[in-house]
């Protein structure tokens, strides 16, 4: 797919092969795509159940083992974390988009809270990564996909040791967002 499209990638910092959790902003299906490309170990990806009912995606989303959830479903949440206790134990990187949903207009949405919670409860290691111009190279909305250019910003891997840190992580992701987010 990325030969297909013809996407330039643009790496900045380094990936954290040992993070536990991959925090990334989601625009674009091309996000999956990206870092499946580039992490040596299958990565277990958090999405939301309903997305498994789409046709022909949905078959596509079933393959992988994704971890599937019902963000409104109490049940759900702790079968999340049971299946994430699981792949994590297999050496399964989790990879997760804390805004809970592909943001519009390449404007990055609030992060949920729940990742926080999961970090702290199981203390895993959290790699924030900062995708830019997915959605210029790949966009499911318009079924259009354009050559160029992709920034994947990996930012310093975070231990969630401190009262502050998910907060100070937003700060900064969307501060990286808007930094590499110019016009390509």
Sequence with gaps: MIKLIDVNIQEIGSLDKN?????????????????????????????????AKIPLFGFIFKLPSLILIDPQNRSSLKLMMSRLKEELRNNRPIGIFPEGTRGVNNEMLKFQNGI?????????KVQPIVLTHT??????????ATSGEVNIIYLDTIQPTSENWYEELERNFKHKYEQYNGDK
């Design 19 to 51: 993070a536990d959790i991959l925090l990334l902003n989601h625009n674009s299906m091309l996000d999956v795509i990206l870092l499946e490309h580039l992490h040596d170990k299958d990565i277990a990806w958090v999405t939301n159940k309903k997305l």
């Design 116 to 124: 926080k919670i999961i970090a702290e409860k199981l203390n895993l």
């Design 135 to 144: 959605r210029k190279r790949l966009d499911v909305n318009t079924m259009r």
